[in-house]
């Protein structure tokens, strides 16, 4: 089986430049997909001049975002300039989403730093009285991190906000009901959750056992992310917040999960990132989307053919 991994392309220099020269934006550029209008740009999150320009006028119904946890143009800050970051992006984000609208920010809590930056942020949120807060959503990864003295840390937490009044539509997982009970008085005539039930699976809560993180052999799988979500927990965002047609914003776009997404979904995506090698992958992935019906790379990548005969295994 081919194994054509790369390295993390936020810290491999090297790499970083030999492939800079064939990603087709700089920084400010924005790219328009000629199919369903999405729009990518190499923009910052927390310039408002660019964002407006990203946005050019429209308002987001939902905003996903995954932004770095304390790792700010490869540098890590003090907890005070992280959310000083933070709460710059989350400014641009509520002037780019409408005034009924859904905001999800993926953030870790880290067990061996007193679990910043979770606490911090959500403590900063409060300032953002536009925002009111609706979920604590946890995903349980199958493969984590620890030690023998330690709990393995086996989690990805998302943080739900709404602004004003937007949709929610309820999902279902792939989990059958089993548990019958919690009897319910209904017309005079006690019924059982089985009959009062609108689908045979359970509904997700928040807690999520049933996404599968991404790993190498997935299809999905972009080599040289760091911090790759699966489609299918995005999928299961867009489907509850937004409706068809609708445009998602993500200022952090990185693999590009949630432009891929959106364009199954049929959601118009304003997606971006500061860095032009992962605005390259997002418009690939895209491409390649498209032209072969694939989600990723597997475990080969996107940049094989400028990568030929290079040593990637350091």
Same mark, same amino acid.
């Given at each position: 089986?081919?194994?054509? /991994?790369?390295? +993390?392309?936020?810290?491999?220099? #090297?790499i ?16 328009i ?8 740009g190499?923009?910052?999150? /927390? ?11 429209? #308002? ?11 790792? %700010?143009?490869?540098?890590? +800050? ?14 641009? *984000? *509520? ?15 880290? #067990?061996n730093?007193d ?27 199958? +493969?984590?991190?620890? $030690?023998?003295?330690?709990?393995? *840390? ?7 906000? $709404? ?6 539509? %309820? ?16 017309n ?15 509904r997700?809560?928040?807690?999520w ?37 609708? $445009? %998602? ?7 590009? $999960? /949630? ?25 690939? +992935?895209l ?7 694939? /989600? ?19």
């Amino acid at each position: 089986m081919k194994n054509y /991994t790369l390295p +993390r392309l936020d810290e491999d220099q #090297q790499i970083r430049q030999r492939l800079l020269p064939h990603c087709r934006l700089a920084p400010g550029e924005i790219w328009i997909d000629p199919v369903r209008g999405h729009r990518i740009g190499c923009v910052d999150a /927390t310039d408002a001049g660019q964002i407006r320009k990203l946005m050019q006028g429209q #308002q987001a119904s939902l905003a996903v975002h995954d932004p770095p946890y304390n790792l %700010v143009a490869f540098e890590k +800050r003090s907890i005070g300039e992280f959310l000083h970051w933070c709460a710059r992006w989350i400014e641009t *984000s *509520s002037a780019s989403l409408a005034p009924d609208s859904s905001l999800y920010v993926w953030l870790g809590a880290d #067990q061996n730093e007193d679990f910043q930056p979770l606490p911090e942020f959500i403590l900063m949120m409060r300032d953002f009285k536009e925002f009111s807060s609706r979920s604590f959503i946890t995903m349980r990864n199958q +493969r984590g991190y620890g $030690t023998q003295r330690n709990w393995m *840390s086996v989690r990805q937490e998302c943080l739900y906000y $709404t602004k004003g009044n937007p949709v929610f539509f %309820v999902q279902y997982t792939d989990i059958p009901k089993i548990l019958r009970g919690y009897y319910k008085e209904i017309n005079g005539k006690k019924t059982e959750n089985m009959e009062r039930s609108k689908s045979e699976n359970i509904r997700p809560g928040n807690v999520w056992v049933d996404v599968q993180q991404v790993f190498y052999r997935m299809e999905e799988n972009v080599n040289g992310c760091y911090a790759q979500k699966p489609i299918k927990a995005i999928e299961r965002l867009i489907a509850a917040s937004s409706r068809e047609n609708d $445009t %998602v914003i993500d200022f952090f776009g990185h693999s590009g $999960t /949630t432009l891929v997404a959106s364009d199954y979904m049929r959601r118009r995506c304003v997606i971006c990132d500061i860095d032009p090698i992962y605005c390259e992958i997002m418009i690939r +992935r895209l491409e390649r989307l498209r032209t072969y019906g694939k /989600t990723g790379w597997q475990n080969g990548n996107p940049f094989e053919k400028e990568l030929h005969g290079v040593n990637l295994s350091g």
